[in-house]
Nanobody
């Protein structure tokens, strides 16, 4: 099983920014997904192994940016203009199927591997 480790979460005021980091293998498409209390798990963003293809949920389009540095085996999620509804535990994961591409998107199914998560709280 692949090992993924998230970091970078915290408490931020509405309108603020955070950058999440995920230690992940360069050979897989990586999905950032989130889980909020009482809500369904949501695929937030995905990046292909090369970084040439990215996808975003409608709820974060234009505010979040996913990127990766394969030399460091890192995937990042830059989150700007944060809203209280972005409050959740954020995970990075590898899909169970079609692991080297982001399609199909949105992806709200099972993951083969994921990390322990990092908590993001947006509140004044």
């Amino acid at each position: 099983q692949l090992q993924l480790v998230e970091s970078g979460g915290g408490l931020v005021q509405p309108g603020g920014s955070l950058r999440l980091s995920c230690a992940a293998s360069r050979f897989y498409a990586i999905v950032w997904f989130r889980q909020a209390p009482g809500k369904e798990r949501e695929g937030v963003s995905c990046i292909s192994p090369s970084g040439g293809s990215t996808n975003y949920a409608d709820s974060v389009e234009g505010r979040f940016t996913i990127s990766r540095d394969n030399a460091k085996n890192r995937v990042y999620l830059q989150m700007n203009s944060l809203k209280p509804e972005d409050t959740a535990i954020y995970y990075c994961g590898v899909k169970t199927t079609l692991q080297t591409m982001c399609a199909p998107w949105p992806y709200n199914y099972e993951y083969a591997s994921w990390g322990q998560g990092t908590r993001v709280t947006v509140s004044s």
